[in-house]
Structure formats: C-alpha cells, structure tokens
C-alpha cells in the first residue's frame, strides 16, 4: 500500500510538532539577554517622576507565581505528550503488522482495501487529536501568561502610587530599553513586593 508510510512519517510529524512550541517558548521566557538584568545589590535611585523599567524576563525565572504556573503548564504538557506517544505509537504498530502481512501475503486484496482505508482513518483521527492537543498546549500557555501580566500589571498600579514615577517600562530582551542607568531598574524591588503579595494570597488559600 502507498499510504503506509506516509502514515508513518505523519505520526512522526504529529508528535513532534505538538511540543515544539512550548520548547522554543520556554527558551525564550528564561534566555537573559546581554545587559538586561541588574544585580538585586544595586540600590534603586529613582526618585518621583523618573522613567524607570522592569526586566520581565527576571519576572519569569524569579517570580513565584510565574515558577508555579510554568511547572503546573509543564506536567500538563507531560501527560499530553505522553498520550499523543501512546497513541501514535499505537498506530505505528497497526502500521507495521498490516505492512508485514502484506508483504507475506497473508491477506487478501479485499481485506488489505478495507485494512488500508481503516488505517487511513487512523491516521486521520491521530493527526486531528494531535492537533487538538497542540491548540491545547497553546492556550495553556496564553492563560499563563495572561495570569503572570495581569498579576504584574496589577501590582505596578498599587506599587506607582506610592512611587509616581513618571513611566514604567516593561523591557525584555533588551528592548525597548538598550541602556540605563542601574538605579532605573526596579526589578528586584518589585520581585520582592511580588512574591511577598504571593505568598501571603497563597496562604490564605
């Protein structure tokens, strides 16, 4: 038969494709890139009505709701990968003793068209489940980061009016803010108030 092993290259492609995206997510969320985090040592000099900036890629890797929501997305994405194996697996072994019996000549032309339809069916539905699973994978991670951005964006509003600084900057990867000057960066004193505001929420639970 044609299809069969086109089938199998497919289920490869499926199963691959349904992680890359949190993978490559995952890089990025934790790579630091050059000149943009500052040491928690450094003492914030911003006074009010100053331009100062948050690194949002500390925010990730430092802020206890971000490490929590990462691992709980994580073991998620744990079990959907080991169902899409499971199941790819599954049809790559169907594949395989209908190839055998093909080649051996253990079944007859009829049976062999019904077999390869049903294994094309297979395939379809694999295909569709891990598509499925790949689109439940990205929204989980959307949610993530909604949560993350919104818990950040709610505290930056409470902490500012104390501050009043003039403009808070939300800067990751370097950008929009290539160079400062130290005491702008208020990262490590909004971690702090972060995760002290998230613990105790936490504990209230």
């Known amino acids: 038969m044609k299809n069969v092993s086109l089938i199998l290259s497919l289920i490869a492609i499926a199963a691959v ?35 100062v900036y948050v690194v949002f890629d500390r925010i990730m ?10 691992t ?37 032309r009829s049976v062999a068209e019904v077999r390869g339809q049903e294994l094309q069916q297979q395939q379809n539905d694999f295909n569709l489940f891990a598509s499925q699973k790949q689109n439940e994978i ?3 991670q959307t949610v993530m980061m909604n949560q993350i951005v919104d818990a950040l964006n709610t505290y930056l509003e409470k902490y500012n009016r ?37 613990v105790k929420n936490k504990s209230k639970k």
């Open 61 to 70: 890797t430092e802020y206890d709701m971000a490490n929590d929501l990462r």
């Open 138 to 140: 990205a929204e989980e």
């Open 162 to 198: 104390e501050k009043q600084y003039a403009m808070i900057l939300i800067n990751q990867g370097g950008q929009p803010v290539f160079l400062a000057q130290p005491g702008l960066d208020i990262t490590g004193d909004v971690l702090a108030g972060l995760n002290e505001e998230y």
């Open 17 to 51: 494709a349904v992680f890359g995206t949190l993978t490559l997510k995952e890089k990025n969320e934790t790579g630091k890139a050059p000149g943009t985090a500052a040491s928690d040592s450094t003492a914030v000099t911003a006074v009010k009505g100053d331009i």
């Open 72 to 108: 709980a997305v994580e073991t998620k994405v744990q079990n959907i990968q080991a169902e899409v194996d499971r199941r790819g697996k599954k049809l790559e072994s169907d594949v395989n003793e209908f190839q055998d019996k093909l080649n051996r000549g253990l079944i007859t």
